[in-house]
């Protein structure tokens, strides 16, 4: 029982770690994707200013 007691503990812990470990690369996901995004929205809206006559964008 001794031995088997900080086993459990550690696995507990590395179950725990590696939950936080999924929830960190899904938050870095989603940053990369509103990067990815902002970057489109702000190459569409340069696009715009160049393209269009009116320079109510810019």
Same mark, same amino acid.
Request: aromatic share 20%.
């Given at each position: 029982?001794?031995?088997?007691?900080?086993?459990? &503990? #550690?696995?507990? /812990?590395?179950?725990?770690?590696s939950? +936080?470990? $999924?929830?960190? &690369? #899904?938050?870095? /996901?989603?940053n990369?994707?509103?990067? +990815?995004? $902002?970057?489109?929205?702000?190459?569409?809206?340069?696009?715009?200013?160049?393209?269009?006559?009116?320079?109510?964008?810019?």
């Amino acid at each position: 029982m001794g031995y088997q007691h900080p086993t459990h &503990i #550690f696995i507990r /812990n590395h179950l725990h770690l590696s939950r +936080y470990v $999924q929830y960190l &690369i #899904f938050f870095f /996901n989603l940053n990369r994707g509103v990067i +990815y995004l $902002q970057l489109i929205v702000i190459y569409i809206w340069g696009l715009a200013c160049f393209t269009l006559p009116t320079e109510n964008f810019c």
